[in-house]
C-alpha cells in the first residue's frame, strides 16, 4: 500500500523567514496531494492541494511543489508569521483503494 | 454551517467499558471517515463509509470496535470493552465525495482516556 514519510518532524523558524517541508510517497500511482494544516485543540484543516498534472501551485504565503518522477512534494511558507505555528500533515491518495494516507506530520514553531 | 460535530469532546473512562462516540456530518456531504490520531502513530483512518455504507473497515484495530452510520446525519464509533491503549484523539471528517480528491472537514475530535 502506500506509504508517505515526512520530515522533519519538529521544524523552528524566525518570523519572517521560510519553512519548508518534504514529504515522499510510495506508489507512483498516486494523483492528489493535500496538505493539512492542524492547531492546537482542532481538526486538521485544509490549506492547500496539488494534483500530479501541475508541478506548482501558489496561494499567497503557501506554495507547494511536486516531482512525480522523485515522487516527492513540498510545502513552502514564506514570511512566516506566529499564526502559522501548528501541525502540518501531508498526505496522498491510495490510487486503488480510494483513501488517503498522511505523513507523521511537523510540528512548526515561529519564534517572534 | 455548523461544521463536523463530535461529541463528547473529552471521555475518560475505567478499562473494560464501553465508549461511544458520536458525529454529525456536515449536511450534504455523502462520504464520513473516522480517524485516530496518536502521538507514536500519527493520523489513521479506521472506516469510511460512502452513502451511509461502510466502504473500508481495514483500519479498524480489532473486533472490539464498531462503526455504524444509520443515517446520512449521524454515526457513531464503540469500543467495547476499552483498554488503556485505546486513548488517542478521534477525529470524525466528511465530504462531498470520497475523500479521494477532495477536501476533507474534520471535527474537532474526541479525547479518549482509559485508566
Known amino acids: 500500500g502506500e506509504n508517505v514519510e515526512q520530515h522533519p518532524s519538529t521544524l523552528s523558524v524566525q518570523e519572517g523567514d521560510s519553512a519548508v517541508i518534504k514529504c515522499t510517497y510510495s506508489?507512483?500511482?498516486?494523483?492528489?496531494f493535500p496538505w493539512y494544516k492542524q492547531e492546537l485543540g482542532k481538526g486538521p484543516q485544509l490549506i492547500i492541494d496539488?494534483?500530479?498534472?501541475?508541478g506548482e501551485k501558489k496561494d499567497q504565503r503557501i506554495a507547494v511543489t511536486l516531482n512525480k518522477t522523485a515522487k516527492h512534494f513540498s510545502l513552502h511558507i514564506t514570511e512566516t508569521q506566529p499564526e502559522d505555528s501548528a501541525v502540518y500533515f501531508c498526505a496522498a491518495i491510495i490510487q486503488g483503494a480510494q483513501k488517503l494516507v498522511f505523513g507523521q506530520g511537523t510540528r512548526l514553531t515561529i519564534n517572534p | 454551517d455548523a461544521g463536523v460535530i463530535q461529541s463528547p469532546r473529552h471521555e475518560v473512562t475505567e478499562m473494560g467499558q464501553e465508549v461511544t462516540l458520536r458525529c454529525k456530518p456536515i449536511?450534504?456531504?455523502?462520504?464520513l471517515f473516522w480517524y485516530r490520531q496518536t502521538m507514536m502513530r500519527g493520523l489513521e483512518l479506521l472506516i469510511y463509509?460512502?452513502?451511509?455504507?461502510?466502504?473500508?473497515d481495514s483500519g479498524m484495530p480489532e473486533d472490539r470496535f464498531s462503526a455504524k452510520m444509520p443515517n446520512a446525519s449521524f454515526s457513531t464509533l464503540k469500543i467495547q470493552p476499552s483498554e488503556p491503549r485505546d486513548s488517542a484523539v478521534y477525529f470524525c471528517?466528511?465530504?462531498?465525495?470520497?475523500?479521494?480528491?477532495?477536501?476533507?472537514?474534520f471535527g474537532e475530535g474526541s479525547r479518549l482516556t482509559v485508566l
Open positions: 471528517a466528511s465530504s462531498f465525495d470520497r475523500g479521494t480528491s477532495g477536501e476533507l472537514f
Open positions: 506508489d507512483s500511482a498516486s494523483n492528489y
Open positions: 496539488i494534483r500530479s498534472n501541475v
Open positions: 449536511s450534504g456531504h455523502n462520504s
Open positions: 463509509f460512502n452513502n451511509n455504507v461502510p466502504i473500508d
